[in-house]
């Protein structure tokens, strides 16, 4: 054994929160760039750290070892208490520490774990090193420092060793003298450790500042809680040969020979239980893919489609998948038995195999062309799909799996959650005592989007600190804190399921939400692991469907499902193409509205393109103007070459799709199948972390000297950045293009259907229900108030008429079983007063004084005041079988009580709902003159371009798209529908107060046109809420 | 009665800003920063409204100026504002935080008219740089509504009064929040509206308590309001038939004084730690004294031998004709801490207090410091010289977990001249303090030197040795 080397054993990385100052891969390459044989990381009572130090590793001689430092909650008898590092020495081992750092983790609150001495004793850790930190000696004397390490050495001899660090702080000779007793006492081995907390001296402030938040306190408080000095970093050899004696050094690498777990051997192992008795995955699966084609193809499947599932099959065997379209078979085929609507998406999802077995709606036999990209057999590249679900079920789908596949096999993956440019000033300048008023200053005047941040210089302007040497140390410790983990969040959906035991393949710990379990991965150390996870998503517009579909058949008076809609509907697409979409899935926002006049959607594939282009990576690429050029025939279309027009051609030579850009860069700039998957996993962490400069030169070369123009590969390379993070692929897109069209369909044949159902779903989707009623009525829905002799809880369409009447739980606050209450016990002929609905009904003051308020009991009461005058009258305790008398139905009435204008009602329905069936309040406003000179969004549609307008209206949207440098977007509403109005940041600047504050906005400006798009350019802005304020006492002198 | 309201919008924020040269847009937030309480009539231009989230305040004005709120402030200034109304009317009531009252009903003969007394109070306000909302009306409540709504006008007119009451909207009458979503439920916009309604109904409907304040602000239903003191302070002084030439001479008038501030104190239950003592001449500007104890005290003797340790070293500039003695700081009494059985911890203590006062009195304040333990690793800040403290108590740091330091530190490190004889122990390695640019990065060494001398050196970054300090 040579003292040549060395491994370290005790390393926090920065998941160990606020203690480790290093990345896992930081650590990782320091270790090798030192020459180490192995590194251990260590972090408290997790292994979080570890895929990303292994994917470090992968192409270094240094081996990782997984580890976990602990430090217990109790103390065996007379000992001090117990700290210690248990390394996995095998699979074995490994999952026998998943299973320790499970039980911690599992009984404390998140993000916490607590473990007692008796776990220790009683868990099976036969196949875990132990390497015990012994207490210093003004922590705890020689006889409980000794008991302690009797009780360990009793639980791990002789897989036992006493770790000794050389922080060179002061008492550190005692504590050395006090190892050698020890080891001399229980006749154990010592080795060295580093006790590593980052990987290199210069981490020592950013460790400070960790330090110090997690103390509370700030850096000229903390005294010490630092440590002493920067000496727990990866130390050169020279040094570590210099502080250690040889043997402690030799130990290490007995110990780094002893562990020959190696976490690229953790294999997904699927979970048997879906295949019936008697079969094999491949055969079963193959039985419900055919069982599906008759389903799906009643006349026989068509010749293409079969040839496609049969290469689909033959793949799916080869990369032994089976089990992973078994088990979302499995989840897609319960929700269908409960009549939940759901719908896959991503590579494989799309997949003909897919389409066979229910998971997806697309039919390949529409659209072949596209799903060429099924599973890549050249990467070992787990196949994806996500499944949406109705959001308002898919608990039930998250619950069926926890019950099939039971908690100890089923969690959700990790997110972890870090630090973004807020909390990393925020916690840097707590740390170094800033004062926090003076921070939040900071970050508000800070433009995130200008790319060019200058903070420093914004420091120093805000006099946070003079001394520019701070505000540079403050600068640099925010930059180094970037991206730090912070905790574990739990997944949107991402489930992991396992044959055996989770808890045994990674440890599991408790989420924020009760009876919620997360694993320490997140979703790209799955991948990089090779682990499979099933995505369970939450999608609100499959709600509406659901509900719209349903509305739909009692009005057919059969079932109609979502496959009857009938397929390239001409006039949904003259709907579309018109921009009206409000309500519609995926382009019902302002953008989108604005960009489908424009691309004149046609057919199914210019939805997917549609629900694609509108997105960052397009436009920061510039790739929109160019498609919609080429797409009306107003530029020529051509490729370079022939490989290029195969990417290409779909989309007129233009690329949109994230998936084209990554084979434009193998096509086009020569990258390899390798990198190419480098560059895609590099854009999908561009945004927290990742760094796409290195490609850029690869890019642009490869191109320049494939022929194709510089222009085009700094667009690309743009649009590969734009594409960081908001990654859009068409497997998605073509999914998403599906519900586009099923919701723009039932929108322009099932108004009132489609309205009721989008109302009986939110919150979801872009608009509020007023803006969804007001534009219901724009389309011709009759739309009623909420009525106690009327509503049901959900809103309902009524008679043959269809006429849309508005349920009760509009109302704010009402609650859902008083209201259920009034719709079950309502008699025949209607409530006759507010005593005998309140007793009928059994509602409660709250209750009452909410119908009061919303007017819902236009039956019986003049008008909400007197409503109200009524109900104030306390309950009388009434009698079971009074004889109900006359006196009963006679409302009292109160002369003092003003009758309620319109202004009035109208701002007490908004109060009550948020939403008016009365004239809009703009419309009052106008007739009361205060609007005289401005225009109505619908005048505004007939006025020329280039004329000076003033428009007013309800400010329904203040944004800033990032994509868009500097504007904000501000929409109106008045009583004939929104104007837009764009705020270039000059003027924005000029006029923060009205822009930021107005609820009521007057808009001087310019009008602007493109086709039917009318955008007001925004001059003077002038802020008339008060006129709201005042509406009813002005409303009232025309009474 | 007659009573005048005076509404202070932003007391605290023009307090401040009598004393600040810019008088940019400024604000005052609530404690944990996050929400604007007051702001200035320049912040209120910008847009900002008290209630404001600050992110948006900023966002509205970039160079906002922030203070954050501080209660004791306030109440200490509204407090002041007491006392100069006191000088005109005897009758004042505080109504925290931003509010006075003052019965007015009587100065009107006084000052001849109501018109002169509102001039006398706008008057003051404009001395005193203070905004304030006027209100007069036939109760407390009337009065101080009025003036929160900046309704407020000269008169005493029953019926003009009543009036701006009636008109007065429901969200300026100070209804508490349920009640004023009721009263606006049922259509109501004003006061009067309210006032309308049948009486009885309203206490059966709403609630007797609303009906019960309505009733107070119409005069109906009486609303007593108690009286503010003005604090008092102890003022007693001699006036001397022949001039006193030495200090020995002012100590037996000041017997007496002492006795009778001993017995005030006695009265009040109070202590005090610091006493004023003035000296008058006949020519001169008077000699101001300010005597302070250690600790809370009330016992006449303590104060004599401190004025009289004092006194010994002062010597007057020029005979003194009258003498003042004033307090005006009064402590709580506190019960004596930590008395064990015997009483021994006490008198320890009390020996303490009474040698701190005496070395105070004898050197002055600045020159007594004592020596405590300081958190931080660096050796030149891991001690202080603080001012005394009055109480003994348990060391902020536990000596254990105090690292082994020289007794005697070096004021600065000095270059190491020889080379050591024997080395003891090392290296300690101590690197931290980048944060306040005093950093320092040292192996430390203990050495014995040629003289036998133990010493603590150490080598720097540039690898210079030096002595730091001695080990006995």
């Known amino acids: 054994m040579s003292a040549q080397s060395y491994a370290e054993l005790f390393c926090f990385s920065n998941f160990t929160f606020l203690t480790g100052a290093s990345h896992p891969h930081e650590l990782a390459e320091k270790a090798h760039e030192l020459g180490y044989t192995a590194l251990a990381i260590t972090d408290a009572c997790s292994v979080a750290g570890i895929p990303r130090a292994w994917a470090a590793l992968a192409n270094s001689p240094v081996k990782l070892i997984t580890g976990s430092w602990f430090e217990l909650s109790d103390t065996p008898t007379g000992a001090s208490t117990p700290r210690f590092i248990l390394l996995a020495r095998t699979r074995k081992g490994y999952g026998q520490l998943c299973q320790l750092i499970t039980t911690g983790r599992r009984r404390a609150e998140k993000g916490q774990y607590q473990l007692f001495y008796r776990d220790i004793e009683t868990h099976s850790l036969d196949d875990c090193l132990c390497l015990w930190l012994p207490p210093a000696p003004t922590e705890a004397d020689s006889d409980q420092a000794l008991t302690c390490g009797e009780w360990l050495a009793r639980l791990f001899d002789p897989r036992i060793w006493i770790a000794a660090a050389r922080t060179l702080e002061s008492g550190e000779e005692q504590h050395l003298a006090r190892i050698h007793w020890l080891a001399d006492q229980l006749r154990i081995p010592v080795a060295a450790v580093g006790e590593v907390h980052m990987h290199s001296r210069e981490r020592q402030p950013l460790q400070d500042v960790l330090t110090a938040l997690r103390n509370h306190t700030n850096l000229e408080n903390a005294g010490h809680c630092l440590f002493q000095n920067g000496e727990r970093y990866l130390r050169p050899l020279p040094v570590l040969k210099r502080l250690f004696p040889a043997t402690w050094l030799a130990e290490t690498l007995v110990i780094a020979g002893q562990c020959t777990f190696e976490p690229g051997s953790l294999r997904y192992e699927y979970p048997p239980d879906l295949v019936p008795e008697g079969e094999t995955p491949a055969g079963y699966l193959k039985r419900l893919t055919r069982e599906g084609e008759r389903r799906r193809y009643p006349e026989g499947t068509p010749l293409q489609v079969q040839s496609l599932i049969r290469k689909e099959l033959g793949l799916i065997s080869e990369m032994k998948y089976e089990h992973y379209f078994l088990t979302i078979h499995d989840i897609v085929a319960f929700a269908r038995s409960r009549g939940i609507l759901c719908q896959g998406r991503g590579s494989a999802a799309n997949s003909a195999v897919c389409y066979c077995l229910g998971i997806t709606e697309v039919n390949p036999a529409n659209v072949e062309l596209l799903f060429e990209r099924f599973i890549s057999k050249d990467r070992n590249e787990p196949p994806d799909i996500d499944v949406d679900f109705e959001h308002e079920r898919r608990e039930e789908v998250i619950q069926y799996i926890y019950r099939r596949y039971t908690r100890e096999r089923a969690a959700l993956a990790a997110t972890v959650i870090r630090y973004r440019p807020r909390s990393a000033i925020r916690d840097v300048g707590k740390a170094l005592g800033f004062d926090p008023a003076l921070v939040e200053q900071l970050l508000e005047g800070i433009d995130w989007r200008d790319k060019a941040t200058n903070w420093r210089q914004q420091i120093l302007d805000k006099k946070i600190t003079r001394n520019p040497k701070v505000a540079d140390q403050f600068f640099t410790l925010v930059n180094t804190l970037l991206g730090f983990p912070r905790h574990l969040s739990q997944h949107v959906g991402g489930f992991v399921i396992s044959a055996g035991p989770l808890a045994e393949l990674v440890p599991v710990e408790n989420a924020a939400m009760a009876d919620r379990t997360v694993i320490q991965w997140d979703k790209d150390d799955l991948e990089s692991l090779g682990l499979m996870k099933v995505d369970v998503l939450a999608l609100g517009m499959l709600s509406a469907i659901r509900k719209a579909l349903e509305l739909i058949s009692e009005q057919k008076g059969k079932t109609f499902h979502i496959q009857d809609v009938p397929q390239e509907d001409p006039d949904t697409y003259a709907m579309l193409q018109k921009g009206d979409s409000i309500g519609v899935f995926q382009v019902e926002s302002r953008a989108q509205i604005n960009m489908l006049p424009r691309l004149k959607p046609a057919t199914y594939y210019d939805l997917v393109i549609e629900v694609a282009i509108v997105r960052p990576g397009p436009i920061q690429g510039d790739m929109v103007h160019p498609y919609l050029r080429r797409k009306h025939g107003l530029e020529p279309v051509d490729y370079p070459n022939d490989a290029v027009r195969k990417v290409l051609e779909r989309t007129l030579g233009v690329p949109i799709f994230q998936e084209q850009v990554i084979k434009l860069a193998m096509v086009a700039a020569g990258f390899s199948a390798g990198e190419a998957d480098q560059l895609r996993r590099a854009m999908a962490a561009w945004k927290s972390h990742g760094d796409l400069t290195p490609f850029r030169e690869k890019l642009v070369t490869g191109m320049l000297e494939r022929g194709h123009d510089a222009d085009f590969a700094e667009r690309l390379y743009q649009q590969i950045c734009g594409f960081g993070g908001y990654g859009f692929p068409e497997s998605h897109a073509a999914s998403f293009a599906l519900l586009v069209y099923v919701s723009a369909w039932i929108k322009r044949h099932y108004p009132a259907a489609f309205y009721c159902a989008l109302l009986n779903s939110q919150p979801m989707g872009f608009y509020s229900p007023s803006q969804l009623v007001q534009d219901a009525r724009r389309h011709h829905v009759t739309v009623l108030p909420p009525d106690v002799n009327a509503s049901q809880w959900d809103h309902t369409l009524e008679g043959k008429e269809r006429h849309l009447r508005l349920g009760l739980r509009i109302i704010q606050g009402l609650s859902v079983n008083g209201a259920e209450r009034i719709h079950q016990n309502r008699p025949a002929g209607g409530y006759r007063s507010a005593s005998e609905l309140r007793r009928l009904a059994t509602l409660n003051q709250r209750d009452m004084e909410l119908l009061a308020g919303a007017n819902a009991m236009p039956a019986f009461t003049a008008n909400r005041h007197q409503a109200y005058w009524q109900l104030l009258d306390h309950e009388q305790p009434t009698e079971l079988f009074a004889e109900e008398v006359a006196v009963d139905y006679q409302p009292e009435y109160c002369q003092q009580l003003p009758e309620p204008s319109e202004g009035q009602n109208v701002l007490a329905d908004y109060a009550s709902q948020g939403l008016t069936l009365q004239r809009h309040p703009l419309a009052l406003l106008r007739e009361q003159g205060h609007l005289k000179f401005c225009l109505s969004a619908e005048q505004l549609k007939s006025t020329k371009a280039g004329i000076p307008v003033q428009v007013a209206g309800l400010v329904t949207g203040r944004q800033r798209p990032g994509s868009a440098s500097g504007v904000t977007f501000v929409t109106l509403e008045d009583e004939t529908g929104n104007v837009n109005v764009v705020v270039w940041l000059e003027t924005a600047r000029r006029q923060r107060k009205p822009l930021l504050t107005a609820r009521l906005l007057h808009v001087k400006g310019v009008l602007e046109r493109q086709g039917d798009i009318v955008h007001v350019m925004a001059g003077r802005l002038s802020d008339l809420s008060h006129l709201i304020q005042s509406l009813p006492v002005h409303s009232r002198n025309f009474h | ?472």
Not at chain 2, 61 to 71: K, Q, S
Not at chain 2, 103 to 110: A, C, D, H, V
Not at chain 2, 305 to 314: A, D, F, K, S
């Open chain 2, 1 to 472: 009665m007659l009573w005048l309201y005076l509404h202070f919008p932003h007391l605290v924020l023009d307090h401040i800003r009598r004393t600040r040269e810019n008088q940019g847009a400024l604000v005052i937030v609530e404690g944990s920063g996050q929400k604007v309480i007051q702001a200035c009539p320049e912040a209120m231009s910008q847009g900002i409204r008290s209630g404001m989230r600050l992110k948006t305040a900023i966002s509205l004005a970039p160079d906002l100026g922030i203070v954050r709120a501080d209660e004791t402030q306030e109440a200490r200034i509204l407090e002041d504002q007491a006392r100069w109304l006191y000088r005109y009317a005897a009758h004042i009531v505080l109504v925290p935080p931003d509010g006075l009252l003052a019965e007015i009903g009587s100065l009107q003969k006084l000052y001849g008219g109501l018109p002169a007394v509102w001039q006398t109070v706008e008057q003051g306000l404009n001395e005193r740089q203070l905004n304030a909302w006027i209100g007069i009306g036939y109760t407390p409540l009337a009065a101080r509504l009025i003036a929160r709504a900046g309704k407020g006008e000269c008169t005493a007119d029953k019926g003009h009064i009543l009036r701006s009451l009636s008109q007065m909207p429901l969200l300026a009458a100070e209804f508490d929040e349920k009640a004023c979503t009721r009263l606006q439920r049922l259509g109501l916009n004003t006061l009067g509206e309210v006032f309308d309604l049948p009486s009885g109904e309203l206490a059966r409907r709403l609630s007797p308590e609303l009906l019960a304040y309505i009733q107070k602000i119409q005069g109906t239903r009486p609303d007593p309001r108690t009286p503010w003191q003005p604090p008092h302070s102890f003022r007693q002084q001699a006036d001397f038939v022949q001039e006193i030439e030495h200090t020995q001479g002012l100590l037996f008038p000041l017997q007496r004084m002492l006795a009778e501030l001993e017995e005030d104190l006695c009265w009040r239950q109070q202590d005090t730690d610091s006493l004023r003592l003035v000296l008058k001449h006949r020519h001169s500007e008077p000699t101001r004294l300010q005597i302070r104890t250690s600790g809370p005290e009330h016992r006449a003797d303590n104060f004599l031998n401190l004025i009289r340790l004092r006194l010994e070293q002062h010597s007057l500039s020029s005979p003194v004709i009258s003498m003042v003695l004033l307090v005006k700081r009064f402590l709580s009494r506190e019960a004596p801490a930590g008395q064990d059985l015997l009483g021994e911890t006490r008198d320890l203590n009390e020996a303490w207090h009474t040698l701190i006062s005496r070395l105070q009195a004898r050197l002055g304040d600045q020159a007594l410091r004592q020596l405590s333990p300081q958190a931080d690793h660096r050796p030149e800040r891991a001690w202080s010289a603080s001012e005394v403290l009055r109480k003994t108590g348990a060391p902020l740091i536990p000596a254990a977990e105090l690292p082994r330091r020289p007794l005697w530190l070096l004021k600065g490190p000095q270059p190491l001249t020889e080379a050591p004889v024997t080395w003891f122990s090392g290296p300690e390695r101590i690197s931290g303090g980048w944060w306040d640019g005093q950093r320092v990065h040292r192996d430390y060494y203990i050495a014995q030197l040629n003289s036998g001398q133990l010493a603590w050196v150490f080598r720097d970054a540039r690898e210079g040795w030096f002595v730091h300090g001695w080990f006995g």
